[in-house]
């Protein structure tokens, strides 16, 4: 069976990332498009990442063009959206499919793991995972979920 830390993911500028260098961390795996009406939570992203990043919590955030073709940029106009206009500093990966045959591993393993009410797909921008310590799934948020709603939850895992 496959499991978080065995998977890896390309960096938004080009880096294979063992998902293995997040264990011990609260991982907070977030599909995210930049011309979306919840690109906003990119900011509070950001805020929890940087208020809890000394605790334990990291963000990754996976760029998909999947949801009304809301990122169509090239891996250069992502990290400018994300860098200048929200303040991003948590890791950015390259663009992946988070439905269909081509599925990012991350997120096929994530799906599996935690369905949600769609059977398994994802169903649209800024759906976020919560993975525990010990790369266990914990929780599937809904793109409507906004980071300051996750906050209480956030914390409680990370006091574990």
């Not at 990754?60 to 090239?74: A, D, R, S, Y």
């Given at each position: ?19 293995a ?15 979306c ?75 599996d ?48």
């Amino acid at each position: 069976m496959t499991t978080f830390y065995q998977l890896t993911a390309t960096s938004l500028d080009g880096q294979r990332i063992p998902m293995a260098d997040y264990a011990g961390k609260l991982v907070l795996v977030v599909n995210t498009a930049s011309h979306c009406g919840f690109t906003p939570q990119y900011a509070g992203l950001e805020t929890l990442y940087k208020k809890y990043a000394a605790r334990g919590l990291v963000v990754l955030g996976f760029p998909c063009n999947q949801f009304g073709k809301q990122e169509p940029g090239e891996a250069d106009e992502i990290a400018q959206t994300c860098h200048i206009n929200y303040g991003v500093s948590f890791p950015m990966f390259e663009k992946v499919e988070v439905n269909g045959a081509a599925t990012h591993p991350v997120f096929r393993y994530l799906k599996d793991e935690l369905p949600g009410m769609l059977g398994g797909r994802i169903k649209w921008n800024f759906t976020k995972f919560l993975i525990g310590r010990d790369g266990k799934p914990l929780k599937r948020f809904a793109p409507f979920t906004t980071p300051e709603k996750m906050e209480t939850i956030i914390l409680a895992a990370l006091e574990i």
